[in-house]
């Protein structure tokens, strides 16, 4: 019997490893009931087996997808008259979203100076506590104001809290967050790069973008919607416009749901254990005009946002609008969008000719020719737009922090608001129509075969992971 070599003993120390990565991967998505879409389980594995040395440490620190998956009955659903939005309420409840609650004085901001304005006028009448989060607070206009009034009304006596993501608030040259410390405020940041790497949760971001002026009073508001605080999404910087966006503020009962949200973001953010009493209280009967808070993410038991939009897109009778900066959809997202356009819903999706992310821009072509073979209308922006809508007929609105990308739709933590007043429907298809109106057709055209080889690349593997 010949000796074993070094050759045996690498390939015997290789195969241990791979399986002991696998052993890995599978026992921990088991075990925390990470349910991945097939083509990220697939790309995982391979992954691994090509490159377990690799994959490995990737997948502790990238892996996990959710948090520990809540448990519970879901919310009672609201008696109410048989009327065409009870199907976009009975789905949100049914994912265990809030009920709807009253909305009232909702306010869209035509532009991002008009956005500003708002902002700060619901930081100036905030007389007990401010919560406020955001993705990046860059170190231009309005961040270092946003921190002077903050810190301003710190030393009024209210309350404030700042909750910044971990990654977003690097992403551009930081803010001095010291006056705002020094005046009394609290700072905390969500899940920094290096925090609890083999947790596995460095990749999932909090994306949510909220101001929320006290909460449980009768002059509460909310500011919400897909600006960041940074130049680019109000005025503008170094002669480039502004950012086309959409944000809007609003008063009553979303305020407190969006509050609940907050205090969950914050206990985690900061090692604590979340506040009781956070329950929504019983709905019985379904307001009209009502709205509700639609949070998505991995404090949530499934793809929330997702999933409504799949089945809003199958519910639609008559049109479908739809804006985002990026558009990399979930396959079952894309399918639900083309067949609606086959049966023949008036499909709009608008997303800018060029947006600041030029990977997802070559990663969209799929989805975009997809839906346009489907008989989908694409419209292109000349200007970067980076606002989040949906709109379904004349029965849901939605508008928020989440774009139509698997990162948005099945990684982040994002915030949604569903609007099911006709009026305030309207409203937001308005927004959309004047919107649509500065953009031009996009035709589709039959990639080359490099273009198609990265597509396939992108999709596979960087939109995945």
Request: charged fraction near 20%.
């Amino acid at each position: 019997m010949l000796p074993p070599t070094n050759a045996t003993h690498w390939l015997t120390l290789h195969g241990l490893v791979t399986l002991l990565a696998v052993l890995v991967y599978v026992v921990s998505s088991h075990a925390m009931h990470q349910r991945r879409p097939p083509a990220s389980a697939i790309a995982w594995m391979l992954f691994i087996v090509l490159l377990p040395y690799l994959a490995l440490p990737a997948y502790l620190v990238f892996g996990s997808r959710k948090l520990a998956r809540p448990s519970g009955a879901r919310a009672a659903l609201p008696a109410g008259a048989d009327r065409p939005d009870r199907w976009a309420v009975d789905t949100i409840l049914a994912l265990g979203q809030p009920a709807p609650t009253t909305c009232e004085d909702l306010h869209l901001h035509a532009d991002g100076q008009a956005a500003r304005d708002a902002l700060f006028r619901v930081i100036e009448g905030a007389q007990e506590r401010i919560d406020i989060c955001t993705f990046i607070l860059g170190n231009d206009t309005p961040g270092p104001e946003v921190v002077a009034r903050l810190a301003a009304k710190a030393r009024q006596g209210v309350r404030v809290r700042l909750l910044l993501d971990g990654l977003g608030s690097l992403m551009q040259r930081p803010v001095s967050l010291a006056p705002l410390t020094a005046a009394g405020g609290q700072v905390q940041r969500f899940v920094p790069p290096l925090h609890s790497p083999l947790k596995g949760r460095t990749n999932l971001r909090n994306h949510r973008k909220m101001l929320i002026a006290d909460a449980g009073l009768p002059a509460a508001r909310l500011w919400c919607g897909g600006r960041n605080l940074a130049a680019e999404y109000f005025t503008g910087a170094a002669g480039k416009p502004a950012w086309r966006d959409l944000s809007f503020d609003v008063g009553t009962g979303l305020v407190q749901q969006a509050a609940n949200l907050f205090a969950r973001d914050w206990a985690f953010a900061s090692g604590q254990a979340a506040p009781a009493g956070l329950g929504e209280p019983a709905v019985r009967v379904v307001p009209q005009g009502g709205a509700q808070l639609v949070a998505s993410g991995p404090d949530q038991a499934d793809d929330t946002v997702l999933a409504l939009l799949v089945m809003a897109a199958y519910r639609a009778r008559g049109r479908i609008a739809l804006a985002t900066p990026y558009f990399v959809p979930d396959p079952s997202l894309l399918m639900a969008l083309s067949l609606a356009a086959r049966r023949g819903v008036v499909v709009d999706l608008l997303v800018p000719a060029r947006s600041n992310h030029r990977l997802s821009d070559l990663a969209r072509g799929r989805g975009l020719r997809a839906l346009a073979q489907a008989g989908g209308r694409i419209w292109m922006t000349q200007d970067m737009m980076h606002a989040k809508l949906a709109v379904f007929d004349e029965v849901l609105a939605l508008a928020g922090s989440a774009n139509l990308d698997s990162r948005s739709l099945l990684l982040n933590y994002e915030l949604m608001c569903a609007f099911h007043g006709q009026d305030d429907v309207r409203r937001f298809g308005d927004w959309f129509e004047h919107e649509r109106q500065r953009a031009r057709p996009w035709a589709a055209k039959p990639p080359g075969l490099a273009r198609d080889l990265a597509e396939g690349m992108l999709l596979w593997l960087g939109f995945q992971l």
